[in-house]
C-alpha cells in the first residue's frame, strides 16, 4: 500500500506507548496495533481525529503517500 502510518515515530516523539494511546484512544490493543504496523485496510475518521487529538497532531503527521511503494503494487 502506498500510505505509510507514521504511528510509531510519533509515539517515539511523544514518549508514549501504543498500550498509553490505546486506553487514551479508547481503542483497542489490537486494533491499535493493526494501524501501527500498516495492516489497516481503513480507519474511521472518529478514530483518527481521537488519534491526532491524544497526538497533538495532524492527520498529516500520522499518514503519508509513497508513491514509489504505491507503483510497485500496480506493477
Known amino acids: 500500500m502506498g500510505i505509510l502510518v507514521r504511528l510509531d515515530e510519533l509515539l517515539h516523539e511523544r514518549r508514549m506507548t501504543l498500550t498509553e494511546l490505546a486506553a487514551r ?19 474511521r475518521f472518529s478514530t483518527l481525529e481521537a488519534i491526532c487529538a491524544a497526538l497533538a497532531c495532524q492527520p498529516g503527521d500520522l499518514l503519508a503517500f509513497d508513491p514509489a511503494q504505491a507503483s510497485r503494487e500496480q506493477d
Open 25 to 43: 484512544v479508547d481503542i483497542t490493543l489490537a486494533n491499535l496495533s493493526i494501524l501501527k504496523t500498516g495492516k489497516a485496510k481503513a480507519i
